[in-house]
Each structure stands twice: as structure tokens, then as C-alpha cells.
């Protein structure tokens, strides 16, 4: 069993809007923050956004602030990434994750403090 299962990416055009989930099959007593990553091709992979799994509290990366949404239900153990105004360059594979290691601020916007990671789902933003 996968711990950490995306779905919901897609082809969209620019403008347009999709919804990520990230079922988190792990137990969810002692997360700290589960996140989504995204990586384009020949790039690094690199921060969208997080959640503090306890209390909702959450960050964003500013080339999606006022756009991506980040959010989770606790009871359903999965989080969401709602993506409206997209564009070409958000086009990337992207990841959950999530950390039993504890960071705050920036710390939460590296890879490292990330324990599980899922697979990947394929996000094409047309022009």
C-alpha cells in the first residue's frame, strides 16, 4: 500500500482550475506538516505549499499565493492543493509529502524534513 497516493492532475488550459488530493495512508499521529512539491522538467524540485496537520496553519510559495489553496481533512486523512488561474509555468509533476520532523518557516520549504513522498501526478498547463 502506497503511504502517500496523489491523483487529480490533468491537462487543463491556462486559466483553468484542478483540484489535487493526497491520501496519506500513514499515521497521521505525529505529522507535522504534509506538503505539496512540484518538479518541471530539467528543474529542481521545488516548493508549493504546506499544512500544519493538527491546526490547519499553512504556507505558500509567493509564485502561488492568491491562487493555489492548500487544505486537509483530517478525518478523510487527505489533502487537497485547489489550483485556480493556472499557468503554462505551473506545469510539473507534483508531490505530497509528508514530515515527522519538525520545521517552521522556510525550514518547511525544503525537502528534507519530509519523510514520506508519493509518487507523482502530472499537472499540463496549455497556452
Known amino acids: 500500500q502506497e503511504q502517500l497516493a496523489e491523483s487529480g492532475g490533468g491537462l487543463v488550459q491556462s486559466g483553468g482550475s484542478l483540484r489535487l488530493s493526497c491520501v496519506v495512508s500513514v499515521d497521521t499521529f505525529g505529522i507535522y506538516y504534509t506538503a505539496w512539491f512540484r518538479q518541471a522538467p530539467r528543474k529542481e524540485r521545488e516548493f508549493v505549499a504546506a499544512i500544519r496537520w493538527s491546526t490547519g496553519f499553512t504556507y505558500a510559495a509567493d509564485s502561488v499565493k492568491g491562487r493555489f489553496t492548500i487544505s486537509r481533512d483530517e478525518a478523510r486523512k487527505t489533502m487537497y492543493l485547489q489550483m485556480n488561474s493556472l499557468k503554462p509555468e505551473d506545469t510539473a509533476v507534483y508531490y505530497c509529502?509528508?514530515?515527522?520532523?519538525?520545521?517552521?518557516?522556510?525550514?518547511?520549504?525544503?525537502?528534507?524534513?519530509?519523510?514520506?513522498w508519493g509518487q507523482g501526478t502530472q499537472v499540463t498547463v496549455s497556452s
Open positions: 509529502a509528508a514530515a515527522r520532523n519538525y520545521c517552521s518557516g522556510y525550514g518547511c520549504y525544503a525537502t528534507e524534513p519530509y519523510d514520506y
